[in-house]
């Protein structure tokens, strides 16, 4: 099968110099996409560096397999973030990783194929899984959600203030006949705003919501950070891009939830640390010239963190 190859990789040169890869270096892409960053890390390492590369959409891992399935150096593993400490204990790598790196979120060939069902800019059929082999469409989620289930997701996931409003119009609509397409959700949220409403799509925060919902992906983020820091070897580094404002802040309280120095009353004599992350430089977004060339970038955030030892 030929596989859509266009994404263009954000924050590239940002995000790889953050990781500072060392030639001889072990190197984890949790989010491989079209391997825009992998690709330049390979470009970095020697024969004996090693990079795992992960995704859990079959198309990217096919991807994978066309680009990068002979080069010595690479593993390959379909799998979910969420699952990467059994990666890490299946190759051994507990404290053995110099780099570990994520970029959250949707490809633009997961947006840009309508059959995928994640845009409510093409009409396709309403899936929204990133992992097309299993896991329930948002098509069955909409058929089996209870109306306050679903204003919960939409506040808690879309931050939408018409949550109730477009909970119960859709469930209404859903009983009257099937909602299977991105289009006819994205039709019925937009009978929900004023004929007047000015902004982005209003479909934007319901199409956010379900798709974090049923992809699972904040308890998926939390899980492959948890097990990043495990993997990681002291000195080793954590680059995460995030494209809204509840990853990015699961991130910056992973980061410093690390350090139990922030969490302890101050003390005269404050104990030993732990292991711990620390933030190296400040939060980076994408650069003017970027926003020019690539303006799906505009929410991207990366931040970097270094791995201390106690
Ligand atoms: C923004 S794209 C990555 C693009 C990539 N850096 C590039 O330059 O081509 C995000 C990718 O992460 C994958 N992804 C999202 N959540 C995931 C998870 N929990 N586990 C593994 N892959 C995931 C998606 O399937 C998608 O291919």
Request: a neutral charge; hydrophobic letters at 40%; charged letters at 25%.
């Amino acid at each position: 099968m030929q596989v859509v190859t266009t994404h263009v990789p954000v924050l590239l040169h940002e995000s790889l110099h953050g990781l500072r890869v060392k030639p001889e270096g072990v190197y984890i892409d949790c989010t491989f996409g079209r391997g825009g960053h992998s690709h330049v890390l390979l470009e970095e390492l020697s024969d004996q560096g090693k990079l795992y590369v992960l995704d859990q959409d079959p198309s990217a891992i096919e991807c994978a397999q066309q680009k990068l399935g002979d080069d010595k150096r690479v593993k390959i593993i379909h799998q979910t973030f969420a699952n990467l400490a059994q990666v890490g204990r299946d190759n051994d790598l507990l404290t053995k990783v110099d780099g570990i790196f994520f970029d959250l979120g949707v490809s633009s060939p997961q947006l840009d194929e309508s059959q995928r069902g994640f845009s409510f800019s093409h009409d396709g059929p309403l899936d929204m899984r990133m992992n097309t082999s299993a896991g329930i469409t948002a098509a069955e989620w909409l058929a089996s959600v209870s109306v306050k289930e679903f204003i919960n997701v939409l506040r808690e996931f879309g931050e939408e203030r018409l949550a109730k409003k477009i909970a119960s119009r859709v469930l209404e609509q859903q009983q009257i006949c099937a909602i299977t397409t991105t289009q006819q959700l994205a039709e019925i949220v937009k009978t929900c705003y004023p004929t007047n409403y000015q902004g982005i799509h209003p479909a934007t925060r319901t199409f956010q919501a379900i798709r974090i919902a049923i992809n699972e992906e904040l308890q998926a983020l939390q899980q492959g950070l948890e097990a990043a820091f495990d993997l990681l070897n002291g000195g080793g580094r954590l680059a995460v891009i995030s494209f809204h404002s509840l990853e990015d802040r699961i991130v910056k309280r992973f980061i410093r939830d690390t350090k139990q120095e922030d969490l302890l009353p101050k003390l005269p004599v404050m104990p030993e640390l732990n292991d711990h992350l620390k933030s190296v430089g400040k939060l980076i977004r994408p650069s003017e010239q970027e926003l020019k060339v690539n303006p799906r970038c505009r929410s991207a955030r990366l931040r970097i963190a270094e791995k201390v030892l106690k």
